[in-house]
């Protein structure tokens, strides 16, 4: 079973245009972080979740919490990274490197309770973990370094979108969080540029996550348009 859930939800949704962070925007008679952290306590009641806030955020309210949750607010970072990261060494001292730890978006609140028990049930018993995903079905173009031009076209065969939740093992994951923090120190870049999810760092510690076929209506809220996407996916699944 899930244990922890870390929320990586201290970004500003620069891409939104608006000047209240996507997570506060309304979404479903609620807020896109309510949304989010329901989704998550119905699917895993037991679980701790540790909701990463900038320590600036003016918006959040405990009112937005769903009744029974067991939470933490946790202090994110300058990077989605680093919020993770802080949820991670919060853990230190209460996860057992065998408990599973997901990590999920706040701005995926469309993800349905019964794919993330899903989820769960198809890494059960996995020594290092993997995340939902989905294979892509446009056309891949690569363009020249830095240009609008196209240089190939990729082969889609065998390649996926990664979402989230990704699912990992705490003691994995902490060692491979770290260890992009080293490589981004050694070489000079950021923690950004080093990694941009939970399983690129666990594939540099030469590990192999699991793949678990998502659903296309995860959609993670970016630009403003995402907004009435996300009001009509929602819909659909009360149906
Ligand atoms: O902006 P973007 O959608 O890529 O952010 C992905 C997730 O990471 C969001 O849930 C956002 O709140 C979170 N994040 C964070 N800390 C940051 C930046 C983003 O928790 N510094």
């Known amino acids: 079973?899930?244990?922890?859930?870390i929320?990586?939800?201290?970004?500003?949704?620069?891409?939104m245009g608006s000047d209240v962070p996507k997570q506060y925007l309304p979404l479903a008679g609620r807020c896109?972080?309510?949304?989010?952290?329901?989704?998550?306590?119905?699917?895993?009641?037991?679980?701790?979740?540790?909701?990463?806030l900038s320590s600036q955020?003016?918006?959040?309210?405990?009112?937005?919490?769903?009744?029974?949750?067991?939470?933490?607010?946790i202090d994110g970072g300058a990077e989605r990274a680093d919020s993770v990261w802080a949820g991670l060494v919060a853990l230190e001292g209460h996860a057992n490197?065998?408990?599973?730890?997901?990590?999920?978006?706040?701005?995926?609140?469309?993800?349905?309770?019964q794919e993330l028990q899903a989820m769960a049930?198809?890494?059960?018993?996995?020594?290092?973990?993997?995340?939902?995903?989905?294979?892509?079905?446009?056309?891949?173009?690569r363009a020249c370094a830095g240009q609008n031009q196209v240089a190939h076209t990729?082969?889609?065969?065998?390649?996926?979108?990664?979402?989230?939740?990704?699912?990992f093992r705490y003691g994995v994951l902490r060692q491979a969080m770290h260890g992009a923090y080293q490589r981004a120190e050694v070489q000079g870049r950021s923690i950004a540029e080093t990694i941009t999810d939970e399983a690129s760092a666990v594939e540099a510690l030469g590990?192999?996550?699991?793949?678990?076929?998502?659903?296309?209506?995860?959609?993670?809220?970016?630009?403003?348009?995402?907004?009435?996407?996300?009001e009509q996916i929602i819909a659909a699944q009360q149906d």
């Open 7 to 15: 929320v990586p939800a201290a970004g500003v949704g620069r891409r």
């Open 57 to 73: 955020d003016a918006y959040f309210d405990s009112g937005m919490l769903p009744d029974g949750i067991n939470w933490l607010r």
């Open 154 to 167: 990729e082969s889609r065969v065998d390649l996926w979108h990664a979402l989230t939740p990704q699912l």
């Open 97 to 113: 490197p065998q408990d599973w730890v997901a990590v999920h978006d706040v701005a995926r609140p469309c993800v349905r309770p």
């Open 207 to 230: 590990l192999s996550p699991r793949l678990v076929v998502g659903r296309r209506d995860n959609l993670k809220i970016t630009h403003p348009e995402d907004l009435a996407l996300a």
């Open 121 to 141: 049930a198809a890494l059960q018993g996995d020594p290092v973990g993997g995340l939902l995903a989905v294979p892509a079905s446009d056309t891949m173009k």
């Open 1 to 5: 079973t899930v244990r922890w859930v």
């Open 32 to 52: 896109v972080l309510s949304t989010t952290l329901a989704r998550l306590h119905e699917a895993w009641p037991q679980a701790q979740q540790l909701v990463c």
